[in-house]
């Protein structure tokens, strides 16, 4: 059977206040294409459907315009999706019995019954063309502190150890129900060990990094892992069958030079025989001037005024995203109002401006150069509010109780 594999969507997302919307929804008119020409059995979506937990009316009108079309479109196709660190679990679980009548599975939050978890949700039968189950899908959603079980300290670190015994009953579960010639399939919504994380976009989950998951964690008779939270497609730890798909979109301007696609994979008798990796079409491209580093202001301006004309006739979400960077000796109050006019008529939107300051080794004011404030992480302001007050950097166990704190206000706050 196919299966296609996707994760971190993001709808509602805006870039310096930039809507997405038109990206998103040439996205998913392609996806629902490239589902129908593939002849995929199956679409795993991994977490993170929207940008935030309280998405727009509109980002919430996406995500059900491209369920309807799916299933008017592709009746047999079977869709598996579990919630990320952004979703509000709530808000992905509400409509389940919805999704349930049409035949689609949405795992927000870790669904429990009676103490124990609801395999029923958790455990999911995916059909390949002739109807018959082709796989077995352990759905696991993103896994705050709050879900995990308690685990003695001498058995390692409490969360990674947690998270190990959520993942082991479900696969567990669903090995109970796998018969021969089907495959394991396992989801999941984390970070782990041995991949690469776009710092601007990602937030930082489950007690911070250093708590990554180990590749471990999927077994060998796990046949394919599909994962989401990473904005860079790649393997894990080297295996062929534990994948993060990536974004569909750059969802920063540090993530313009990735390759933004998604996965279609094959199984057969149980086993993963092929993964191919399909460009997901950029209707918006992302600029920098220059190319790299930062230059001199006389010189900027005549690099943006040889840039292409814009077309009136073209639609305005097509015009570019631009990163402009300039190297001043000192402060320049007119810069944004020269830069901008040496933007007039070009086919460019300026969304970010960054003056470096020859002398300082960055922005004014900045930590870590080029970042506004709207960029940097929790974890960076207290970071950086903690080296201000103390020469000592903070122990482990604070920033464990930091990261909680974190969490907790984030899930309040959706």
């Known amino acids: 059977m196919r299966l296609l594999h996707t994760s971190d969507w993001h709808l509602g997302h805006t870039l310096y206040d930039v809507s997405r919307e038109v990206e998103h929804a040439a996205f998913l008119t392609w996806l629902l294409d490239t589902l129908e020409s593939q002849e995929v059995d199956a679409l795993l979506v991994a977490g993170d459907i929207f940008d935030t937990a309280n998405p727009s009316a509109e980002a919430q009108a996406a995500w059900y315009h491209f369920i309807a079309r799916a299933r008017r479109t592709l009746p047999k196709l079977d869709v598996v999706v579990v919630g990320g660190n952004h979703d509000s679990a709530a808000r992905l679980d509400a409509p389940d019995p919805l999704f349930h009548a049409l035949g689609v599975r949405v795992v927000g939050g870790l669904p429990r019954h009676r103490g124990g978890l609801e395999m029923e949700r958790l455990v999911v039968p995916v059909h390949d063309a002739r109807g018959k189950v082709g796989a077995w899908v352990a759905a696991v959603p993103y896994l705050r502190p709050s879900d995990l079980p308690s685990v003695p300290d001498s058995e390692g670190d409490r969360l990674v150890e947690g998270v190990r015994s959520v993942y082991t009953e479900v696969l567990d579960a669903a090995r109970r129900r796998r018969r021969s010639g089907q495959a ?3 989801m999941g919504h984390c970070y782990m060990t041995g991949s690469e994380l776009s710092e601007l ?11 990554a998951l180990p590749v471990e964690l999927f077994p060998e008779d796990v046949a394919y892992a599909a994962l989401g ?15 993060y798909s990536g974004s569909p979109l750059p969802l920063s301007l540090a993530e313009a030079h990735y390759r933004h696609q998604v996965l279609v994979l094959d199984v057969e008798d149980g086993a993963l025989t092929q993964v191919r990796p399909l460009s997901v079409p950029r209707t918006t491209d992302m600029m920098r001037v220059p190319t790299r580093d930062a230059a001199p202001l006389a010189e900027v301006l005549e690099l943006l005024a040889a840039l292409p004309a814009f077309d009136a006739e073209a639609p305005e979400s097509m015009r570019p995203y631009l990163e402009v960077c300039v190297s001043l000796p000192r402060p320049e109050p007119a810069l944004r109002h020269k830069v901008e006019k040496a933007l007039e008529g070009r086919a460019a939107r300026l969304v970010k401006l960054t003056p470096f300051y020859t002398g300082t080794g960055g922005a004014l004011a900045d930590v870590r150069p080029g970042l506004s404030l709207r960029e940097r992480t929790p974890e960076d302001v207290f970071l950086a509010r903690y080296a201000r007050d103390f020469k000592e950097a903070p ?3 604070l920033l464990e109780s930091f990261h909680a704190l974190l969490t907790q206000v984030q899930e309040d706050a959706s």
């Open 184 to 186: 394991l399939v396992a």
């Open 395 to 397: 122990s482990p166990g």
């Open 229 to 243: 939270h990473l904005h860079k497609a790649q393997r894990v730890g080297g295996r062929e069958g534990v994948r």
């Open 201 to 211: 976009s990602e937030r930082k989950i489950l007690g911070g990094n250093q708590h």
